[in-house]
């Protein structure tokens, strides 16, 4: 590595005007290589030396920040190593002393890991010294098989096979074909959305979460799942429904999730990053990450090679007038790149490093595809790059598993899938904010407005650069008249609620206040249906010309629910016993033809409410384990996806998930069952 960095910095030397190795007056070839070594051999050591030093220093910066000053630092390093060799005849201009300790950084990288994997011993004694380092503080590492969740966000099952017929993922392929692993579908609960399926599967309940955003009459506030502080308040509220930290309470990970899980180290975790102080750990997987210059190097390029390929696709989208097709500019194409390329590297390296380190438990997220889904389309060729993409990572951490310590199982979900189709607001002029106002008689803008996308990355970018994370036009207590209705939008499912009514709202009082409005939307082309709470069958679906169902009464394929597939009654009455679902629940028009919903946000994929391919995620699992659902069951809803996964845990012969596997085990078999809707009339 000495070697290669000493001929690196005699190439540039000779390629930058800036950057000279030797005196004014000339100096021999010889004198001007053992300069050259004298200065990589300084540069080397200050690196291995200092460097880790200015990292603990820069823990106050903000995370992405760190990258850009990563260049200026490592240049200063070799600045300080060109003054201090003792030819005393090298030197740089600062602006070059930051390209040529880059372009070393990266070089000493590269050929350090070149050597490594030529030997195979050596590959192995690095690991584990890495491994040793990061296991230094901890307890001994378990014997028994530690177990791996990888989160591919927003990929559906369908998705999956069509990426394996197309031969975009050979690894997934490779496990499938040998095979290694079963592929599993899953049906997802009403509110089909990270927040709702990440808290079900990580805490083993999802009560009370109806959709990705939403009003809560008892407080005044807006809860959004991306956001750090609601993140927060649904972890705990999940905690103490179950009286379980949760999935990865013993001796757990969490990497770039929305919640924790209960673990004890978290990297990009969105309900931690809300702490303040040394509680919060969430940031420290960037620092990990950047702590190596040539990591810095690799991802900002990666940065800007995503960033320009995403400008590229979106002007060919519109001279190709593509439909259909929502903006993708302003600072869209940066906010693409953080989650393909920076989340994405840090993440993986993480797990890596959690592998390595012999930990029992991880769970990590990669949100890459759910993000460029939603403006590109769920089968969009820039989608099919990004899943190319996600399958390499998959085989990086199947090559760090062979190097760890102990066996890993690797376990491959996803929390949801995406549906294809137009914006509600492209297709009909208005959003749905607008049709409300218009059903009950209050002016509407001449011009639509656009509704917010709630992709997730966008608050994690916020959070790493530790910038407010309250979304623009959203306000914790809503301002205006309190005469007026909040809507609200999570992919296709709407959200209407009326702020200064305390109480849910039963139908007949939504009729007295507003005559037109439960006809206006229940018979709009865009619309599916809709749910209401009735004071006289406790709760009624409406669909258009007047057809209405009383939830208690509801079955699959009859009525406004025929188009909407197996499992629609059941999670719509789940959500009306949520003692926060919203005055009116409305779902989008669905087409089963085609799979086609209409968003409510600025979205070509979305998901959040019912029908089609948003619905139906996968479990893909190795065949050590026990089959997630006996032949012929279907697994439904994610608090069932979590029973499943803390039986493969039990399953394990490490360290046992503190629960009473009895009453899990009980509820595993136990069918959904609604609350009587009288009942929770009364309760409400």
């Known amino acids: 590595m000495w070697a290669a960095s000493t001929v690196t910095m005699l190439a540039l030397a000779g390629l930058l005007p800036d950057f000279q190795l030797q005196s004014a007056d000339g100096d021999s070839a010889t004198r001007i290589a053992v300069t050259a070594a004298l200065g990589a051999g300084a540069f080397g050591l200050l690196s291995a030396l200092v460097w880790p030093l200015l990292v603990r220093l820069l823990l106050l910066v903000p995370a992405l920040l760190l990258g850009l000053l990563v260049f200026f630092l ?36 590269a050929t350090g890991a070149a050597l490594a994997v030529r030997d195979d011993d050596a590959y192995r004694r690095r690991l584990l010294r890495l491994a040793t380092r990061r296991r230094r503080h901890g307890p001994p590492c378990p014997a028994g098989p530690g177990t791996v969740f990888l989160q591919l966000d927003g990929v559906g099952h369908d998705v999956l096979r069509g990426a394996v017929a197309k031969e975009l993922m050979p690894t997934v392929a490779r496990w499938l074909g040998e095979p290694t692993h079963r592929l599993t579908p899953w049906r997802t609960d009403w509110s089909s959305q990270t927040g709702a399926s990440q808290l079900g599967i990580l805490h083993g309940s999802n009560h009370d979460v109806p959709a990705f955003r939403w009003y809560e009459k008892d407080t005044g506030e807006v809860m959004v799942c991306n956001r750090p502080s609601s993140a927060a ?68 390029l990666s940065f800007v090679a995503e960033a320009g390929r995403e400008i590229g696709q979106s002007v060919r989208a519109r001279l190709r007038k593509q439909r259909p097709r929502v903006s993708r500019g302003g600072l869209y194409p940066f906010v693409r790149a953080f989650a393909t ?64 310590p102990r066996p890993y199982r690797i376990v491959v979900l996803s929390d949801h899938g995406q549906s294809p189709g137009e914006t509600f607001r492209s297709r009909y002029g208005l959003t749905l904010g607008d049709l409300v106002r218009a059903g009950c008689g209050l002016p509407v803008p001449r011009r639509a407005r656009r509704t917010r996308s709630g992709a997730e990355a966008r608050n994690a970018v916020r959070a790493a650069l530790r910038r407010p ?59 599916g249906f809709l749910l209401v709470r009735s004071e006289e069958h406790g709760g009624v679906v409406l669909g258009a010309r007047g057809a209405e169902i009383p939830v208690g009464e509801l079955a699959d394929g009859r009525g406004p629910l025929a188009a909407f597939g197996p499992g629609a009654a059941d999670a719509v009455r789940r959500t009306h016993s949520f003692p926060h679902a919203a005055d009116i629940m409305v ?28 619905n139906r995620p996968f479990l893909l699992s190795p065949l050590v384990l026990s089959a997630p659902v006996a032949d012929g069951a279907d697994l439904v809803g994610a608090e069932h996806v979590h029973r499943v996964l803390r039986r493969w845990l039990r399953e394990a012969d490490g360290p046992q998930v503190p629960v009473d596997d009895s009453r899990y085990e009980a509820l595993e078999s136990a069918p959904f069952t609604a609350p009587d809707p009288a009942v929770q009339d009364k309760s409400a």
């Open 74 to 109: 490592n240049g200063s390093l070799l600045w300080l190593a060109l003054r201090i060799n003792p030819s005393g005849d090298s030197a740089a201009a600062p602006e070059t002393a930051v390209i040529v300790a880059a372009v070393m950084s990266a070089v000493a990288s």
């Open 233 to 300: 308040e649904l972890q705990r509220r999940a905690v103490a429904r179950t009286h379980d930290g949760g999935l990865l309470s013993a001796d757990g990970a969490g990497r770039g999730n929305l919640f924790s899980g209960g673990a004890d180290e978290n990297a990009l975790v969105l309900s931690v990053s809300a702490r303040i102080g040394r509680a919060n750990r969430s940031r420290a997987g960037y620092f990990a990450y950047f702590s190596d210059p040539a990591n810095a190097v690799r991802t900002a």
């Open 341 to 404: 390329v920076v989340e994405r590297d840090v993440v993986v390296a993480a797990v890596m490093g959690d592998l390595l380190a012999g930990r029992t438990t991880v769970y990590a997220d990669l949100v890459a595809y759910d993000e460029v889904a939603h403006h590109s389309g769920p089968a969009s060729r820039d989608a099919e790059k990004v899943l190319q993409r996600l399958d390499r990572s998959l085989a990086l951490i199947e090559k760090a598993a062979e190097h760890a």
């Open 469 to 527: 994370v309250e979304e623009g036009g959203e306000q914790h207590r809503p301002s205006g008249r309190r005469s007026e209705p909040i809507v609200l939008a999570s992919g296709n499912l709407g959200l209407v609620s009326f702020p200064d009514v305390p109480h849910r709202m039963t139908r007949e009082e939504i009729d007295a206040r507003h005559p037109a409005l439960l006809a206006t939307l229940a018979n709009h082309p865009g619309v």
């Open 587 to 614: 779902n989008s028009f669905h087409d089963p033809a085609d799979g086609e919903v209409l968003a409510f946000e600025e979205q070509i994929g979305s998901h959040g409410g019912l029908g089609g391919a948003q």
